[in-house]
């Protein structure tokens, strides 16, 4: 059946009856007015890695209509939103190619999605082809309202579940810490493990860049974000690490480079925040689950050792335990850091590299962060940047009179110095007094407190201790406890005019 749509246009005058006005029609529009209208709407969905359906978030979808005799019409646009739902503008049901025909509508869903003005994001094949999936072709279809539910085929599922980690990873960096990790394309293809090379990478060479995912880790989230990560680099600092040792790296047991060693340690830690366990998972996870490889970053520490677990900031499983205990508030051993997410990404995903972990460091003492809770951080992660405290000046002797009290006799706080603790974070602790007659204690962690036996003189030698927690160091001052024999030993202040016996 054809609709007819009649329009009939009136000018107003206010001065005279409304007349009307002759419309000419041309063909085009005259077939859109004498037909009727279709809506496509429907719903786009996969199986995940954990065999259950979810909706296909975010990815573009075409409206073809199917011509014999020539190339498809491109009939409109539109996206898949959070839940898979996606819908057409309402357009008319015409075929041009067959007059006073209806429509042959198809769909195409493309896994290529434009995240920001700045970010697309795409999964495509080794040939470079972004992955689209057909419908049906519904032939000569009635007016009214056409509804597509479709899956992505169960070979190619997990070019879907790359393209949305991708996702989960770009909206975990953005909705964090506001920053635009910026595009990313993925290559994917079933039973492909070795490309170039026999691992998953990221290449930003000529031809690049992209991230290759072996299907050999299709079913790890976190070597996909892991691979992004190093794109994420190379979009916001155009820094990556070409390094043939760099290709064969192992999370523990190896000593890299120490760019290879940075590169790979922060790529080895975003995983954890964006699909939010503390293992890397080689293959499903979290932690094991479902079979393959991981390694539990919380469970790393000093207690671990080489060769199995080598220290250092050469290695990148010590480098993302670190940035872990960095950012988590679950606080085990020396890590007494709470940083988030924030402060870290702040220098990472800033347009300034970093070509090892320590050029972080600096960067992170240059900042306004907190370096005392950071450096125990690194240090329960066998990286150890901290400078020992100092005595400077030296603490003074000091002479004190027999039987009086002298609280706050010294403020240890004012002869302590370190480079990254402030004052009231180093810890002090009387290490030895040679004569327990002196009276010496040591309060609110700051002050020298004399209070001298009654009655008794003499000298004693005291050992302070001022701790940064990870290294200390000692200084030696001597009190003596004088007699009261006279004013003299107090400074005398006496007027010359008043000692001349003068008058004015
Ligand atoms: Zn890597």
Known sequence: MVKVFFALLFVGDPTSA?????????????????????TVRGSFRYVDRNATDQPARFVRVLLYDADVNSVDDLLGETTTDQNGIFQFASLPNQDNDEPGSTLDIYLIWVAEFNDSAAAQRRVADLGGNVYRWRSEIRHNVANGEHIFN?????????????????????????NNVNIDSGSITARWADNVDCWLICASYFYGGVGGPYIFISTQHQNSADVVVHEAAHHYLY??????????????????????SESCAWSEGWADFLPLLVNDDVCFDWGRGPCGAGGGAFENLEDRSRNDMPPAFPWGDRVEGRIAGALYDFFDNNNEGFDSAIFGFGPIAAIVLDAQPEDSFFTFWRRWQA????????????????????????????LPNLVALRGVAWPRALDLWSYAVDDDSADSELRFQLVSVSDNRCGVTLTENRWIDLTPQANWLGVCDVTVRASDTIASVDDTFRVTVAPIVALNYLPAVIKPDVAAGGSH
């Open 18 to 38: 409304p007349s009307a006005i002759a419309i000419t029609i041309s063909p085009l529009e005259s077939a859109y007015f004498q037909s009727g209208q279709i």
């Open 235 to 256: 979009n916001r600092a155009n820094w990556w690490v070409l390094d043939v040792n760099c290709f064969n790296h192992q999370i523990f047991g190896q000593v890299n």
């Open 150 to 174: 479709n899956q992505v085929p169960n070979n190619q599922r997990p070019a879907m579940w790359i393209f949305q980690d991708l996702r989960r990873s770009w909206e975990y960096v953005r």
């Open 367 to 394: 900042s306004s962060n907190n370096r005392h809770n950071a450096l125990r951080a690194l240090y329960q992660n066998t990286i150890d940047y901290n400078t020992s405290p100092r005595f400077d000046p030296l």
